[in-house]
Nanobody
Framework: QVQLVQTGGGLVQAGDSLRLSCVTS????????MAWFRQAPGKEREFVAG????????DYVDSVKGRFTISRDNAKNTVYLQMNSLRPEDTAVYYC?????????????????WGQGTQVTVSS
């Protein structure tokens, strides 16, 4: 199982930006797809963005397209989520996740390892 450690998050106002980071010591990082999910109170965990192992393919849920950007630095074993133009409906606990392979499925069960979660709260 891959260990993932998240940093970033916090309380911001609508329209502000935040960047989440997720780092691992896993040697196989460069061959694993990575993704960010979020879970709001009383809701199911939702796919937000994913990036393939090489970084050449990305996928976003419609609600964040044009506002969020996922990226990775394989030399640093780190994946990022840059969140711009934040909205109150983006409030949730955000999790990074490592895929079971190079791909980036949208279903949570396609991911073998998860970060500890970080709270993002956007006030109106």
């Amino acid at each position: 199982q891959v260990q993932l450690v998240q940093t970033g998050g916090g309380l911001v106002q609508a329209g502000d930006s935040l960047r989440l980071s997720c780092v691992t010591s896993e040697r196989r990082f460069s061959v694993l797809g990575m993704a960010w999910f979020r879970q709001a109170p009383g809701k199911e965990r939702e796919f937000v963005a994913g990036i393939s192992a090489s970084g050449s393919l990305t996928d976003y849920v419609d609600s964040v397209k044009g506002r969020f950007t996922i990226s990775r630095d394989n030399a640093k074993n780190t994946v990022y989520l840059q969140m711009n133009s934040l909205r109150p409906e983006d409030t949730a606990v955000y999790y990074c996740a490592a895929s079971r392979g190079y791909y980036i499925p949208r279903a949570p069960d396609g991911y073998a390892s998860w970060g500890q979660g970080t709270q993002v709260t956007v006030s109106s």
